[in-house]
């Protein structure tokens, strides 16, 4: 692990101890966000994707990669973002740097290997190079080029960089070279993730689904746990979906799924079925063998269990309020970036637009995992990019490394892109009507609106307190 990552560990670590995250206790019900229907075409129409991509991708905070992916000088990565291609990359001095990954010559992608380890970069089309800083190393034979004739102009051909920032163990790009920090973007709801310590954090599984309907279908599909009873009925027999706490906060959003109970729209909500026993277990139950609590109170006995061990462990129980202990925070940051985990584990979702068809769209899949201190990183499998018709399947993809009845889980939810990007392009389709617990839909989309309006930049964000609902 490079010094700057142990270093930026250690001062993480540092500035997060005691730090407790609001709990979503009292729950109240939401004050509403209007009741108007929100209509198809913003996931049809290029008009709306152009929009887009002016105000809001190039305007935002974009996740990358784990920063301890970078291990060395030279340590790179290739990360794409609609019609953009971007190169990260390790200096030989150690720190991390983005720019576009295009030949300053005539604009071939320059860097064509997804991830590795160099030195220069050298463009296959004419072989200019580049050093690992993104400065000019090489013309081929400059003396073709007149304009060279007062010499190479190495400041202005260097690659052009996008900003840089590390949060969480992750790293994050900007567009906007103006932007303000990540942790200032993220603000109060992301300094309520920091008690997992996700700089502590592996990434385990790595996966890419590119989807036949809108990015926002994809965000808007695990936005809401509304669809759990009919869409996932296994679900709800090892968590409640069901009329859950959602929190508005500033751009961006979160909502509590809860763990180790039995939803209340389930009829038999006390014996320990086998999936129940299977999903819901826990280190209350592994500890004490016990099975004598009703299925839906099995949270409130693990809560009671961790509690009780929070100075044995090295997970962060002592810093956690009681629902983190168990129960699933589901965070999305504004636009495209979903943090949901426990202690223990979780998975980070990013959706990302296609280049040029507001009709597809790619799904990434981050499987994320705490282990010991010291644990020495496994080896991931390699990254995948599925296409629609070619996926194998959730459960192959993520064999080994995700639970088979999660895997189907995600089968069932990437089910609906390709109905729902057509469904919305009907003639006859009124607009969505959205309910109280879909409200994280709504404010989603006011505040794509707000941003394509210019009521909101990176520059002039709306106080924390905007849409908040509590
Ligand atoms: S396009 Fe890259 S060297 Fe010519
Ligand atoms: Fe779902």
Same mark, same amino acid.
């Given at each position: 692990?490079?010094?700057?990552?142990? +270093?930026?560990?250690?001062?993480? !670590?540092?500035?997060?101890?005691?730090?407790?995250?609001?709990?979503?206790?009292?729950?109240?019900?939401?004050?509403?966000?209007?009741?108007?229907?929100?209509?198809?075409?913003?996931?049809?129409?290029?008009?709306?994707?152009?929009?887009?991509? +002016?105000?809001?991708?190039?305007?935002?905070?974009?996740?990358?990669?784990?920063?301890?992916?970078?291990?060395?000088?030279?340590?790179?990565?290739?990360?794409?973002? @609609?019609?953009?291609?971007?190169?990260?990359?390790?200096?030989?001095?150690?720190?991390?740097?983005?720019? %576009?990954?295009?030949?300053?010559?005539?604009? !071939?992608?320059?860097?064509? =290997?997804?991830?590795?380890?160099?030195?220069?970069?050298?463009? $296959?089309?004419?072989?200019?190079?580049?050093?690992?800083?993104?400065?000019?190393?090489?013309?081929?034979? $400059?003396?073709?080029?007149?304009?060279?004739?007062?010499?190479? $102009?190495?400041?202005?051909?260097?690659?052009?960089?996008?900003?840089?920032?590390?949060?969480? @163990?992750?790293?994050?790009?900007?567009?906007?070279?103006?932007?303000?920090?990540?942790?200032?973007?993220?603000?109060?709801?992301?300094?309520?993730?920091?008690? %997992?310590?996700?700089?502590?954090?592996?990434?385990?599984?790595?996966?890419?689904?590119?989807? +036949?309907?809108?990015?926002?279908?994809?965000?808007?599909?695990?936005?809401?746990?509304?669809?759990? =009873?009919?869409?996932?009925?296994?679900?709800?027999?090892?968590?409640?979906?069901?009329?859950?706490?959602?929190?508005?906060?500033?751009?961006?959003?979160?909502?509590?799924?809860?763990?180790?109970?039995? /939803?209340?729209?389930?009829?038999?909500?006390? /014996?320990?079925?086998?999936?129940?026993?299977?999903?819901?277990?826990?280190?209350?139950?592994?500890?004490?063998?016990?099975?004598?609590?009703?299925?839906?109170?099995?949270?409130?006995?693990?809560?009671?269990?961790?509690? /009780?061990?929070?100075?044995?462990?090295? #997970?962060?129980?002592?810093?956690? !309020?009681?629902?983190?202990?168990?129960?699933?925070?589901?965070?999305?940051?504004?636009?495209?970036?979903?943090?949901?985990?426990?202690?223990?584990?979780?998975?980070?979702?990013?959706?990302?637009?296609?280049? *040029?068809?507001?009709?597809?769209?790619?799904?990434?899949?981050?499987?994320?995992?705490?282990?010991?201190?010291?644990? $020495?990183? *496994?080896?991931?499998?390699?990254?995948?990019?599925?296409?629609?018709?070619?996926?194998?399947?959730?459960?192959?993809?993520?064999?080994?490394?995700?639970?088979?009845?999660?895997?189907?889980?995600?089968?069932?939810?990437?089910? !609906?892109?390709?109905?729902?990007?057509?469904?919305?392009?009907?003639?006859?389709?009124?607009?969505?009507? #959205?309910?109280?617990?879909?409200?994280?839909?709504?404010?989603?989309?006011?505040?794509?609106?707000?941003?394509?309006?210019?009521?909101?930049?990176?520059?002039?964000?709306?106080?924390?307190?905007?849409?908040?609902?509590?």
């Amino acid at each position: 692990m490079a010094l700057v990552e142990r +270093e930026f560990i250690a001062r993480e !670590n540092q500035r997060v101890a005691d730090f407790k995250a609001p709990p979503f206790l009292p729950r109240v019900k939401s004050k509403g966000l209007g009741l108007e229907r929100l209509g198809g075409e913003r996931y049809l129409s290029q008009e709306f994707m152009r929009a887009e991509w +002016e105000t809001i991708w190039t305007k935002t905070w974009q996740l990358v990669t784990r920063t301890d992916d970078f291990e060395e000088p030279g340590s790179f990565f290739v990360h794409e973002l @609609g019609k953009e291609s971007f190169l990260f990359v390790m200096g030989d001095d150690g720190q991390i740097r983005g720019f %576009y990954n295009v030949c300053q010559h005539r604009g !071939n992608r320059l860097c064509q =290997a997804e991830s590795g380890i160099l030195d220069t970069f050298t463009c $296959p089309f004419h072989g200019w190079q580049w050093n690992n800083d993104g400065s000019l190393k090489s013309v081929a034979a $400059p003396e073709f080029f007149r304009q060279f004739d007062g010499g190479v $102009p190495a400041q202005e051909l260097g690659l052009p960089v996008v900003k840089v920032d590390f949060w969480g @163990g992750w790293l994050w790009f900007n567009m906007d070279l103006e932007a303000c920090s990540v942790k200032d973007y993220l603000g109060d709801i992301g300094t309520h993730l920091e008690t %997992y310590k996700f700089q502590n954090w592996h990434l385990i599984d790595y996966q890419t689904f590119e989807w +036949e309907g809108n990015w926002k279908h994809a965000v808007d599909a695990f936005n809401e746990s509304y669809h759990f =009873a009919a869409l996932h009925p296994d679900m709800i027999e090892f968590g409640e979906g069901h009329d859950i706490p959602i929190e508005l906060w500033g751009i961006h959003s979160r909502m509590l799924n809860y763990n180790r109970t039995v /939803s209340e729209v389930v009829d038999d909500r006390d /014996s320990m079925t086998e999936l129940r026993t299977h999903m819901m277990s826990g280190r209350f139950q592994q500890k004490s063998g016990e099975r004598a609590v009703a299925a839906k109170d099995m949270h409130l006995k693990e809560i009671e269990y961790r509690r /009780s061990i929070e100075d044995q462990t090295y #997970l962060p129980f002592k810093d956690m !309020n009681d629902e983190q202990l168990v129960h699933q925070y589901h965070y999305t940051f504004f636009p495209n970036t979903t943090f949901t985990q426990t202690p223990e584990g979780g998975a980070v979702f990013r959706y990302r637009p296609h280049a *040029t068809d507001p009709a597809k769209c790619y799904y990434d899949f981050f499987i994320v995992g705490h282990p010991e201190p010291g644990t $020495p990183r *496994t080896e991931r499998p390699p990254h995948g990019v599925h296409k629609h018709d070619e996926n194998p399947g959730y459960a192959t993809v993520f064999d080994g490394t995700f639970d088979p009845v999660l895997a189907n889980v995600l089968a069932q939810d990437g089910s !609906n892109m390709v109905s729902m990007q057509a469904g919305v392009a009907s003639d006859s389709f009124k607009g969505m009507l #959205l309910s109280d617990q879909e409200i994280r839909l709504r404010h989603f989309h006011k505040t794509i609106d707000d941003f394509i309006s210019g009521a909101i930049g990176t520059h002039k964000l709306l106080p924390q307190d905007h849409y908040l609902d509590r």
